[in-house]
C-alpha cells in the first residue's frame, strides 16, 4: 500500500508527494512559502485502487521577518502560441534592496512549477506550449530571502498557425453565381 500527501498550493492544482511504504507515517513538506495557508489531505493506495481521502487539513506557515512584500497589479497577456508577457509594480514594503524578481509559473493543473529570474519589472515567458493555460505568480528577492508571492494569474497562451497549407481542395460551381469550396 501507498500511501499519497497531496498539498495545494496553486488555487487550480495539487502536488503528490509519494511515500513508499505503508509504514511510514511521516512526510517532510519541502519549499513552503512563509506566510501562506496549504491544504493537505492524505490518500491511501493499494493494488486495488486509490481510497477515500482524508479530511482537508490547513497549516499557515509563520510569516519571516524582514522579507518584502507581494509584487503588485501583476498582469499577464500572451503574446503568441509561445510566449506570455508578464509586467508588475515592486512591492509597497521591500525591508531592503529588491536585488531580483522570481516568475514562477506552471502548466495545467498539474504541470511541474518552474521559475526564471530577472532584475526588471517585466519579463516574458518563452517557449511555451501553444493553447496551454498557464498559472503564473511572481515573487521578490532582497538580502533576506524570497519574499511573499502576488496573485495568481491565468494566462492561455494562443493556439498555433497551421503548420502546412490546406491540400486536396476542390471549388465546383453550384449555380451560375455561387461557387462552392468543398
Not at 506552471?106 to 493555460?133: F, I, M, N, Q, V
Request: proline share 5%; with cysteine; charged share 25%.
Amino acid at each position: 500500500m501507498e500511501n499519497v500527501l497531496k498539498v495545494g498550493k496553486f488555487r487550480y492544482r495539487e502536488r503528490k508527494i509519494n511515500t513508499n511504504s505503508r509504514d511510514e507515517q511521516e512526510v517532510n513538506l519541502q519549499s513552503l512559502l512563509p506566510g501562506k495557508t496549504y491544504h493537505i489531505r492524505v490518500v491511501a493506495n493499494s493494488n486495488h485502487g486509490q481510497g477515500e481521502t482524508s479530511e482537508i487539513l490547513e497549516i499557515s506557515t509563520q510569516p519571516e521577518e524582514n522579507i518584502a512584500g507581494p509584487p503588485e497589479n501583476l498582469q499577464a497577456a500572451a503574446l503568441s502560441h509561445q510566449e506570455i508577457y508578464l509586467k508588475w509594480d515592486p512591492p509597497k514594503v521591500t525591508n531592503g534592496v529588491i536585488s531580483r524578481y522570481r516568475v514562477f509559473y506552471s502548466e495545467g493543473e498539474s504541470g511541474d512549477e518552474k521559475s526564471e529570474d530577472t532584475p526588471l519589472t517585466e519579463y516574458t515567458l518563452k517557449l511555451l506550449r501553444a493553447y496551454c493555460e498557464y498559472t503564473i505568480s511572481v515573487v521578490c528577492i532582497n538580502q533576506n530571502g524570497v519574499g511573499i508571492p502576488s496573485e495568481e494569474k491565468l494566462v492561455k497562451t494562443f493556439s498555433n498557425t497551421p503548420s502546412e497549407a490546406p491540400t486536396n481542395i476542390t471549388l465546383e460551381a453550384s449555380s451560375s453565381t455561387v461557387n462552392q469550396l468543398i
